[in-house]
């Protein structure tokens, strides 16, 4: 496991993704329960860090808080990210598209301003909160002007996992090239260049989680 650093912060952090690890690479089976003192002790940290990271860990749909027996296991499979990205890559593709024609000047300003702020941040465990809310930000603004109400509906629903920024920090830049195309596009005004950038934007992050985990298994039954 990470060593456990003093700073409060940090060891949460830390924490989140050493559980995060063993949810992943198949260690924590799903329906197991995730006892806080069991791992406060392997971890070597108070019960606070845990409770904390396991917050976290609900949020990104790793762990459900149950009433009565506490934190247990729901990791994401292989399906469940075929399933959410597909889907999502079509229907964000489609809102953009019709989003397109009614995004104003202020907006495409907006997004500029976004843009900027997210290739302005070096990508760590401390800023990853940030980087989030920036991502959150940017997609929902591309969007914000499609007329179809059941589509953002429907992709507000799948919404964007904050599991990924976490797993794909080596993908950083790559990112970061894409919402630049994707702004782009906007800039010139073309809805179905626009549709295809954020269809791909969102299929690479699709098969980079895959791999991601497919790696860490493998690691696992390795060791």
Request: aromatic fraction near 6%.
């Given at each position: 496991?990470?060593?456990?650093?003093?700073?409060?912060?940090?060891?949460?952090?830390?924490?989140?993704?050493?559980?995060?690890?063993?949810?992943l690479?198949?260690t924590?089976?799903?329906?197991?329960?995730?006892?806080?003192?069991?791992?406060?002790?392997?971890?070597?940290?108070?019960?606070?860090?845990?409770?904390?990271?396991?917050?976290?860990?609900?949020?990104?749909?790793?762990?459900?808080?149950?009433?009565?027996?506490?934190?247990?296991?729901?990791?994401?499979?292989?399906?469940?990210?075929?399933?959410?990205?597909?889907?999502?890559?079509?229907?964000?593709?489609?809102?953009?598209?019709?989003?397109?024609?009614?995004?104003?000047?202020?907006?495409?300003?907006?997004?500029?301003?976004?843009?900027?702020q997210?290739?302005?941040?070096k990508?760590?465990?401390?800023?990853?909160?940030?980087?989030?809310?920036?991502?959150?930000?940017f997609?929902?603004?591309?969007?914000?002007?499609?007329?179809?109400?059941?589509?953002?509906?429907?992709?507000?629903?799948?919404?964007?996992?904050?599991?990924?920024p976490?797993?794909?920090?080596?993908?950083?830049?790559?990112?970061?090239?894409?919402?630049?195309?994707?702004?782009e596009?906007?800039?010139?005004?073309?809805?179905?260049?626009?549709?295809?950038?954020?269809?791909?934007?969102?299929?690479?992050?699709?098969?980079?989680?895959?791999?991601?985990?497919?790696?860490?298994?493998?690691?696992?039954?390795?060791?």
């Amino acid at each position: 496991m990470t060593e456990i650093t003093p700073n409060k912060s940090t060891i949460v952090k830390t924490v989140t993704k050493s559980l995060r690890q063993v949810i992943l690479d198949g260690t924590l089976k799903k329906g197991d329960r995730l006892i806080q003192e069991e791992w406060a002790e392997r971890l070597g940290v108070s019960r606070m860090p845990i409770r904390e990271a396991l917050t976290q860990l609900q949020m990104e749909g790793l762990v459900e808080l149950v009433p009565h027996k506490g934190a247990i296991v729901t990791p994401i499979t292989h399906d469940n990210i075929e399933e959410i990205y597909q889907t999502r890559s079509i229907l964000e593709g489609l809102a953009v598209e019709k989003s397109l024609p009614f995004l104003t000047e202020d907006d495409k300003q907006e997004l500029e301003n976004i843009l900027l702020q997210m290739e302005a941040l070096k990508l760590t465990d401390e800023t990853n909160d940030e980087y989030i809310r920036l991502n959150a930000s940017f997609h929902e603004t591309l969007r914000k002007g499609c007329p179809w109400p059941r589509v953002l509906k429907i992709v507000e629903t799948l919404g964007i996992s904050p599991i990924a920024p976490n797993l794909l920090i080596d993908e950083f830049q790559e990112t970061q090239r894409e919402h630049r195309c994707i702004y782009e596009a906007v800039l010139r005004g073309d809805p179905y260049e626009l549709r295809a950038a954020v269809e791909y934007h969102i299929f690479r992050t699709k098969n980079n989680l895959i791999n991601y985990m497919e790696r860490l298994k493998s690691k696992n039954l390795n060791k």
